[in-house]
């Protein structure tokens, strides 16, 4: 079993800056890639962002295309979600989860892994 934790959410203005860590702890090799979600209130649970451990694949919703970056720090076992230029529309608890396999990244029923969310806030 893989536990995921993640920090760094928080309030920001809009065009500001937040970066997400996921560190990951416990069973990490079973687990193949890292994705973010995000659920704002009232809303279904979205896929966000996603990477390979090894870091040769990623995936974007093409709503945070251009803003958003994702990374991992094998030796930390930790993956980052940086989010540039954000909009009072990315408000959200942001969630990473881990999956055991490369695809169906945008569906969150194939990641069986989950922390438990980091509430980030953006004001206009």
């Known amino acids: 079993q893989v536990q995921l934790v993640e920090s760094g959410g928080g309030l920001v203005q809009a065009g500001g800056s937040l970066r997400l860590s996921c560190a990951a702890s416990?069973?990490?090799?079973?687990?193949?890639?890292v994705g973010w979600f995000r659920q704002a209130p009232g809303k279904e649970r979205e896929f966000v962002a996603a990477?390979?451990?090894?870091?040769?694949?990623?995936d974007f919703a093409d709503s945070v295309k251009g803003r958003f970056t994702i990374s991992r720090d094998n030796a930390k076992n930790t993956v980052y979600l940086q989010m540039n230029s954000l909009k009072p529309e990315d408000t959200a608890v942001y969630y990473c989860?881990?999956?055991?396999?490369?695809?169906?990244?945008?569906?969150?029923?194939?990641?069986?892994?989950w922390g438990q969310g980091t509430q980030v806030t953006v004001s206009s």
């Open positions: 416990g069973r990490t090799s079973n687990y193949y890639a």
């Open positions: 989860a881990a999956k055991y396999y490369w695809g169906q990244t945008t569906l969150s029923g194939s990641y069986p892994a």
């Open positions: 990477i390979t451990w090894s870091g040769g694949s990623t």
